[in-house]
């Protein structure tokens, strides 16, 4: 089956530092990639949604400044957590589509923020 | 917007038992629904996928079943094992896109 590859898995990092997470589409291209955050005893909300070659679009209450997503190629989206804080501390989560229905996870990244 | 409620939040059960997690969602026009398997801190594993014109769908001791019209599907786990415990999500998907209404999950524990 198809593979997402979502990376770090674990980050822990300073309040006031960015954060990278990647998430590579490795044997399909992906028209469209989705991150999801989820904080702790909730559901995984949709944050954006992202085309490649397109800005990224956000769902209400999603900061884009704060969350910036890169979608440049078939194969590799980012999320990028500017300033972190506490508060933004959580499990994000990519999926990817595939030029039919399918559509993929990523195996998450948990960000703690101190 | 599509609301996902799952019932119950958690649940005890002994080795061998069989039980239902519930799902229900609020807008019909869905195009398909999916079942979830998340670890403690890990990504999510699809177990099964009902196509808006299934009912339901079997992959061995799991059987998903749809009901569009009362906007309810049902996860049934026969013979429960300890390996079993996880939490459950179920994720409606809508009908003009690729993004997923989750729930907050089952937290299911099968105790030896």
């Known amino acids: 089956g198809a593979v997402v590859s979502q990376h770090p898995s674990r980050v822990i990092c300073k309040s006031g530092t960015s954060v990278k997470i990647e998430c590579r589409s490795l044997d399909f291209q992906a028209t469209t990639m989705f991150w999801y955050r989820q904080f702790p005893k909730q559901s995984l909300m949709l944050m954006a949604t992202s085309n490649e070659g397109s800005k990224a679009t956000y769902e209400q209450g999603v900061e884009k400044d704060k969350f910036l997503i890169n979608h440049a190629s078939l194969t590799l989206s980012t999320l990028t957590v500017t300033s972190a804080h506490p508060e933004d501390s959580s499990f994000y989560i990519c999926s990817a589509r595939d030029r039919g229905p399918g559509l993929f996870f990523g195996s998450g990244t948990q960000l703690s923020v101190l | 917007k599509q609301e996902v409620t799952q019932i119950p939040a958690a649940l005890s059960v002994p080795e061998g038992e069989n039980l239902v997690l519930n799902c229900s969602f609020t807008d019909s026009a869905i195009y398909n629904l999916q079942w979830f398997r998340q670890d403690p801190g890990k990504g999510l594993t699809s177990l099964l996928l009902?196509?808006?014109?299934?009912r339901e769908q079997t992959s061995g001791r799991l059987n998903a079943s749809l009901d569009k019209s009362s906007g309810r599907s049902t996860l049934y786990i026969a013979a429960s094992q300890p390996g079993d415990s996880a939490t459950y999500l179920c994720a409606a998907r809508g009908g003009s896109g690729y993004a997923l209404n989750f729930g907050k999950g089952t937290s299911l524990l099968v105790t030896p």
């Open positions: 009902i196509q808006s014109s299934q």
